[in-house]
């Protein structure tokens, strides 16, 4: 999914990812049925039928005079059914419960979340009960239990991290402090359970196992795996200590996020002089006047000002690449990589205790570090994901320090006196693009307008995939009014479903992209009448909003972020596995689920995707060829450095997991330092403290993983190449190839390891090359 500032919420099992940090899980459930209303003295009944299976986890909204439930989630409609009769309309009191067509956002507030997840860990603390007395070591007496028990807690406790990431506020941080410690409890009891884990192993060595199909059976060793790293071996003071950290670092998690959206928030710069503005795009004025307005500077205008400057990405990253003014530069700069790093905000302390407590985590279960620990459910090894990172560093390191030199010589050329600070890489990166291949941001802008881009991405789809997406705006509640929501089709019958949240809210949402699964496919939680239930996901970006009556324009790198997101969208949506555990986006190692995203950025150079969506918002004209020749002339442009710069984060993610001690004289910018040495060209301030913002490995799930997107890019390279192979301009080949990728990369989801679903499509093992070549690298690597 994902960049420096993305995360996702990649894979689910059961509820033992309810340990995971808040911030970086938003699965919950949203397909509908038709409803009815319970009466409170037939709540007994329902909750036996719940209890004995005959009722699949209904949602009960305890504490009050009437109980709503769905009629699609049962397994014997007729007992429900029964148990039911006498429902009658009345208000539903906790929306947050409800199991309607897609979930209430609408309606949902923060005072539901507290009674409304305790009423859900009671009944499936109940739930976990009655299984744990009479589990079967069988598919339908085991497995499908839990993932009834797993599903049901997806759609209440992800929706509370989703409304985390998109519409946070102080009463909904202090709802989730308050229930979160009781999420975590359900959570490790069921990582632990013994009789659980017991009926695992027995039907792994039972009768049953040689029938069952390969998908059920990499689940089960899935399963059998995370319930020794969740801890089930462990007994008396091992057991405790190893709960009392998992609390801990979510809580530390969790704090660590909000930090980082406190501190971006706190940053505001109101600039009333032009000059100070100097250079700034047109949209880039407008987008700080709207934003001045917003916060009471009432006639505010793009041309007048006044404008005001923040840290979100939108607002940051013009001011680094075109203000003349390089004392704002510099400042902002300097504010941008110190947040979270003082005063009430600061992550410092956070991260070495979150680092500590990984490393003891790691010991109590026999490893000799966290990364270990964490690559034991991924493709590579530390060894291997160091080799790849190395490998990639050796190729990529002369090509940055000729950008260095470059953008260094053109600076002085124009009147620069002195070396180049960090403040001014970006500025002078940009002018030399600009001189160099005759382009920019701005210039593109117009031609990359959302309604467009999405109205090609979605050509891509069918011509790739074969499936279409169209408009459902107006059939699903949404949490925001920018929030778009679509349907996909597949030869006209619905296939799955997904929200879009593009812009910008830094109030309440935290920065980045990403997406969420929603809900999964599923055989076993089908509605009546239905084979599957289908899969629904959120796309969150954080684009520039539109401004002064114009759609939003993109950048394009805010157009690759979108076909990126659309990737993992994908890989969700067009599963065509049924097993729920092992659907869609579920149950793949985590370094290979960036292959579709990264895959799809590809696209969005190709000639024939681009000229789809890229025409002048306000005339209709199509991209000049001239310009879209120097958009590609300029693909290349500072790859060298680019590459190291996700290098760098990859390493100093595995040092700080694999070697670093804490409390033992250096500190963790120290590391951060001396990885810099090895994988920079500029050595970065000593008061840098990017740490304290890195949300992937302290607040979500990169933690020793974060070298997965260089790993899953040379798969994504690879895949690309194979259209290239086949022939970009030949409209048959590519079709094929693309129903060959839907039918192996997209379909397999977690039934089959991606190992093997890359060489059913590919043939073969993967190769870097692609990536070097793709990457203009290939021919520096072999000097």
């Given at each position: 999914m994902?960049?420096?500032?993305?995360?996702?919420s990649?894979?689910c099992n059961t509820?033992?990812?309810?340990c995971?940090?808040i911030?970086?899980y938003?699965?919950?459930?949203?397909?509908s049925?038709?409803?009815v209303?319970?009466d409170?003295s037939?709540?007994?009944?329902?909750?036996?039928?719940?209890?004995?299976g005959l009722?699949?986890?209904?949602?009960?909204a305890?504490?009050a005079?009437?109980?709503?439930i769905?009629?699609?989630?049962?397994?014997d409609a007729?007992?429900?059914?029964?148990?039911?009769?006498?429902?009658?309309n009345?208000d539903?009191?906790?929306?947050?419960?409800v199991d309607?067509?897609?979930?209430?956002y609408?309606?949902?507030?923060?005072?539901?979340v507290v009674?409304?997840?305790?009423?859900l860990?009671?009944?499936l603390h109940?739930?976990?009960?009655?299984?744990?007395?009479?589990?079967?070591?069988?598919?339908?007496?085991l497995?499908e239990?839990?993932?009834?028990?797993?599903?049901?807690?997806?759609r209440?406790?992800?929706?509370?991290?989703?409304?985390?990431?998109?519409?946070?506020?102080?009463?909904?941080?202090?709802a989730?402090?308050?229930?979160?410690?009781?999420?975590?409890?359900l959570?490790?009891r069921l990582?632990?359970?013994?009789p659980?884990?017991s009926?695992?192993?027995?039907l792994?060595?039972?009768?049953?196992?040689a029938s069952?199909?390969?998908a059920?059976?990499?689940i089960?060793?899935?399963?059998?795996?995370?319930f020794?790293?969740?801890?089930?071996?462990?007994e008396?003071?091992a057991?405790?200590r190893?709960?009392?950290?998992?609390?801990?670092?979510?809580?530390?998690a969790?704090?660590?996020?909000?930090n980082?959206?406190?501190?971006?928030?706190?940053?505001?710069?109101?600039?009333?002089d032009?000059?100070?503005?100097?250079?700034?795009?047109?949209t880039?004025?407008?987008?700080?006047?709207?934003?001045?307005?917003?916060?009471?500077?009432?006639?505010?205008?793009?041309?007048?000002?006044?404008w005001?400057?923040?840290?979100d990405?939108?607002?940051?990253f013009?001011?680094?690449?075109h203000?003349?003014?390089?004392?704002?530069?510099e400042?902002?700069y300097?504010?941008?990589?110190?947040?979270?790093?003082a005063g009430?905000?600061?992550?410092?302390?956070?991260?070495e205790?979150?680092?500590e407590l990984?490393?003891e985590?790691?010991?109590l279960?026999?490893?000799?570090?966290?990364a270990?620990?964490?690559?034991?459910?991924?493709?590579a090894?530390?060894?291997?994901?160091e080799?790849l990172?190395e490998e990639?560093?050796s190729?990529?390191?002369?090509?940055?320090?000729?950008?260095?030199?470059?953008a260094?010589?053109?600076?002085?050329?124009?009147?620069?006196e002195?070396q180049?600070?960090?403040?001014?890489?970006?500025?002078?990166a940009e002018r030399?693009?600009e001189?160099k291949?005759?382009?920019?941001?701005?210039?593109?802008?117009?031609?990359?307008?959302?309604?467009n881009?999405?109205?090609?991405?979605f050509?891509?789809a069918?011509?790739l995939?074969?499936?279409?997406?169209?408009?459902?705006?107006?059939e699903?509640p949404?949490w925001?009014?920018?929030?778009?929501?679509?349907?996909?089709l597949?030869?006209?019958?619905?296939?799955?479903y997904?929200?879009?949240?593009p812009y910008s809210?830094p109030a309440?949402?935290r920065?980045?992209?990403?997406?969420?699964?929603?809900?999964?496919?599923?055989?076993?939680?089908a509605p009546?009448?239905?084979?599957v239930?289908l899969?629904?996901a959120?796309?969150?970006?954080?684009?520039?909003e539109?401004v002064?009556?114009?759609?939003s324009?993109?950048?394009?790198?805010?157009?690759?972020?979108?076909f990126h997101?659309?990737?993992?969208?994908?890989?969700?949506?067009?599963?065509e596995?049924?097993?729920?555990?092992?659907?869609?986006?579920?149950?793949?190692?985590?370094d290979?689920?960036?292959?579709?995203?990264?895959f799809?950025?590809?696209w969005?150079y190709?000639?024939?995707?681009l000229?789809?969506f890229?025409?002048?918002?306000?005339?209709?004209?199509?991209?000049?060829?001239?310009?879209?020749?120097r958009l590609?002339?300029?693909k290349?442009?500072?790859?060298?450095?680019?590459?190291?710069?996700?290098l760098?984060?990859?390493?100093?993610?595995?040092?700080?997991h694999?070697?670093f001690?804490?409390?033992?004289?250096?500190s963790?910018y120290?590391?951060?330092?001396?990885?810099?040495?090895?994988?920079?060209v500029?050595k970065?301030?000593p008061?840098?403290?990017f740490?304290c913002s890195?949300?992937?490995i302290?607040a979500?799930?990169?933690?020793?993983?974060?070298y997965?997107?260089k790993?899953?890019?040379?798969?994504?390279?690879?895949a690309f190449?194979a259209f290239?192979?086949?022939?970009?301009?030949?409209?048959?080949?590519?079709r094929?190839?693309g129903?060959r990728?839907?039918?192996t990369?997209?379909?397999?989801?977690?039934?089959?390891?991606p190992?093997d679903v890359?060489?059913?499509?590919?043939?073969?093992e993967?190769s870097?090359r692609?990536?070097?070549?793709?990457?203009?690298?290939l021919?520096?690597?072999?000097?």
């Amino acid at each position: 999914m994902m960049r420096a500032s993305v995360l996702l919420s990649k894979r689910c099992n059961t509820i033992r990812s309810a340990c995971r940090p808040i911030a970086s899980y938003q699965l919950h459930r949203s397909l509908s049925g038709a409803q009815v209303l319970v009466d409170s003295s037939k709540l007994a009944h329902l909750r036996r039928a719940f209890l004995t299976g005959l009722a699949t986890v209904p949602a009960v909204a305890f504490g009050a005079k009437r109980y709503f439930i769905s009629r699609d989630m049962t397994t014997d409609a007729a007992a429900v059914e029964e148990a039911v009769s006498t429902g009658t309309n009345a208000d539903v009191p906790n929306p947050l419960l409800v199991d309607v067509s897609f979930p209430k956002y609408d309606e949902i507030k923060p005072e539901h979340v507290v009674p409304g997840v305790r009423a859900l860990l009671s009944e499936l603390h109940a739930a976990i009960d009655k299984l744990e007395t009479e589990v079967a070591p069988t598919w339908a007496g085991l497995v499908e239990p839990l993932e009834r028990i797993g599903d049901r807690h997806q759609r209440v406790w992800g929706i509370v991290s989703h409304f985390k990431g998109v519409k946070d506020s102080p009463e909904l941080r202090a709802a989730v402090e308050e229930v979160q410690p009781e999420n975590v409890k359900l959570s490790l009891r069921l990582s632990q359970s013994k009789p659980l884990y017991s009926a695992f192993k027995a039907l792994r060595e039972g009768p049953e196992w040689a029938s069952l199909t390969s998908a059920q059976k990499r689940i089960v060793d899935n399963e059998l795996r995370d319930f020794v790293l969740g801890g089930v071996a462990l007994e008396g003071e091992a057991k405790e200590r190893f709960n009392a950290i998992q609390q801990e670092l979510t809580q530390l998690a969790t704090k660590f996020s909000n930090n980082v959206l406190d501190a971006t928030k706190a940053f505001r710069k109101l600039l009333t002089d032009p000059a100070d503005v100097a250079g700034l795009p047109a949209t880039s004025l407008g987008l700080a006047a709207q934003q001045a307005a917003r916060e009471g500077h009432e006639g505010a205008t793009a041309e007048k000002g006044p404008w005001l400057i923040t840290l979100d990405f939108p607002s940051y990253f013009p001011v680094m690449t075109h203000a003349k003014n390089r004392a704002l530069r510099e400042e902002v700069y300097r504010a941008y990589i110190s947040r979270a790093s003082a005063g009430d905000s600061d992550n410092g302390p956070i991260i070495e205790r979150i680092l500590e407590l990984r490393a003891e985590k790691s010991k109590l279960l026999g490893f000799d570090n966290f990364a270990e620990l964490s690559m034991a459910s991924k493709m590579a090894t530390l060894d291997k994901a160091e080799e790849l990172l190395e490998e990639l560093r050796s190729a990529s390191h002369a090509a940055a320090e000729k950008d260095k030199e470059e953008a260094q010589a053109f600076a002085n050329s124009q009147g620069f006196e002195g070396q180049l600070e960090w403040w001014d890489v970006s500025f002078w990166a940009e002018r030399l693009r600009e001189s160099k291949y005759n382009i920019s941001d701005e210039e593109l802008r117009p031609y990359f307008a959302l309604p467009n881009v999405l109205e090609g991405l979605f050509k891509l789809a069918n011509r790739l995939f074969d499936v279409d997406v169209v408009p459902a705006d107006g059939e699903a509640p949404v949490w925001h009014p920018d929030v778009r929501f679509f349907k996909v089709l597949k030869a006209g019958q619905p296939k799955a479903y997904f929200y879009l949240d593009p812009y910008s809210r830094p109030a309440e949402k935290r920065g980045g992209a990403w997406m969420a699964e929603v809900v999964g496919q599923s055989r076993l939680m089908a509605p009546p009448g239905a084979s599957v239930r289908l899969p629904v996901a959120h796309m969150v970006c954080n684009q520039m909003e539109p401004v002064g009556g114009k759609p939003s324009l993109m950048t394009f790198r805010e157009v690759e972020t979108l076909f990126h997101e659309f990737g993992h969208a994908l890989q969700h949506m067009l599963t065509e596995v049924t097993e729920g555990l092992a659907s869609g986006i579920r149950n793949i190692e985590w370094d290979a689920i960036e292959l579709p995203s990264q895959f799809m950025e590809n696209w969005a150079y190709d000639r024939a995707t681009l000229y789809s969506f890229a025409k002048h918002f306000e005339t209709g004209e199509p991209l000049p060829e001239e310009l879209y020749g120097r958009l590609k002339a300029a693909k290349n442009y500072r790859s060298g450095t680019m590459m190291l710069r996700q290098l760098h984060f990859s390493s100093v993610d595995l040092e700080l997991h694999a070697r670093f001690k804490p409390g033992q004289g250096k500190s963790v910018y120290d590391v951060d330092q001396e990885v810099a040495a090895r994988t920079l060209v500029m050595k970065p301030l000593p008061e840098d403290r990017f740490l304290c913002s890195f949300s992937h490995i302290f607040a979500g799930g990169y933690s020793a993983g974060y070298y997965s997107y260089k790993w899953a890019e040379v798969l994504s390279a690879d895949a690309f190449n194979a259209f290239e192979e086949a022939g970009l301009d030949d409209e048959a080949a590519v079709r094929d190839t693309g129903a060959r990728f839907r039918d192996t990369v997209l379909a397999l989801g977690g039934s089959v390891p991606p190992a093997d679903v890359f060489v059913r499509f590919r043939g073969r093992e993967p190769s870097t090359r692609p990536l070097l070549q793709h990457n203009g690298l290939l021919a520096v690597a072999a000097a």
